[in-house]
């Protein structure tokens, strides 16, 4: 079962990548992000993409696509470097209609960064996929629902920032209309095992189906 969840991999280097990703897809995440202020951050998505975008990114009924990509995409040299380099998911802190232009082109998946409604409904008028609400931690539940009630129903929403894998981080942002999170330090950090990063990843996956069941 895949995972609404964006693992945020800020620090892993292209010694590493391949390793982390494995464990993470196997325990279900399909959503990989190397924020470009890591060690050589675009190596190692060219590496995701060369492994595992190569062959036709088709998945079964009851499965979803691989989206591998860039995180803290910021301007449109940015997004041109990181779509050139086979990535089919970019994610931005902000809002900047040239980065959301530069990845729908290139027909990735694109989640733009918003805090405010205008910046929201600026990216969703832009042709953004999804909305990472950002920061979590400063936003909180209450802002989030309150964004919703304005929001158009289909608007996929993501927090970021802070999210922990326990039922009290998650489920007050579920509950106030959270499609999924973007998940960061609490499930990946350079100094972690290979074992604390599969521990991680299996603690999120079973508070969200906990959620989501």
């Not at 036709?56 to 995409?73: C, D, F, K, M």
């Not at 086979?86 to 980065?99: C, D, E, M, R, Y």
């Not at 579920?174 to 960061?184: D, L, P, R």
Request: charged letters at 15%.
């Amino acid at each position: 079962m895949t995972l609404p969840l964006i693992a945020i991999l800020r620090g892993v280097t292209p010694e590493r990548i391949l390793s982390v990703a494995d464990i993470l897809l196997s325990e279900g995440f399909h959503m990989l992000e190397v924020p470009l202020n890591s060690p050589d951050a675009l190596n190692s998505i060219q590496m995701l993409a060369d492994k595992y975008l190569q062959e036709p990114n088709q998945a079964e009924p009851s499965e979803q696509l691989l989206l591998l990509g860039a995180g803290t995409v910021a301007t449109h040299k940015q997004a041109e470097a990181v779509v050139d380099s086979g990535a089919n998911l970019v994610v931005s802190p902000n809002f900047n209609s040239q980065v959301i232009n530069i990845a729908k082109q290139a027909q990735a998946y694109m989640c733009c960064g918003v805090f405010t409604p205008t910046e929201a409904f600026n990216a969703i008028e832009a042709g953004a996929d999804c909305l990472k609400l950002f920061p979590a931690n400063v936003l909180k539940p209450g802002g989030l629902k309150a964004l919703r009630s304005v929001l158009p129903a289909q608007t996929q929403c993501f927090p970021v920032g802070g999210i922990e894998a326990t039922e009290q981080s998650m489920m007050p942002f579920y509950e106030a209309g959270a499609n999924g999170f973007g998940v960061g330090s609490a499930l990946f950090h350079p100094s972690m095992s290979d074992d604390d990063i599969r521990r991680k990843a299996r603690d999120f996956a079973s508070v969200w189906r906990g959620l989501s069941n």
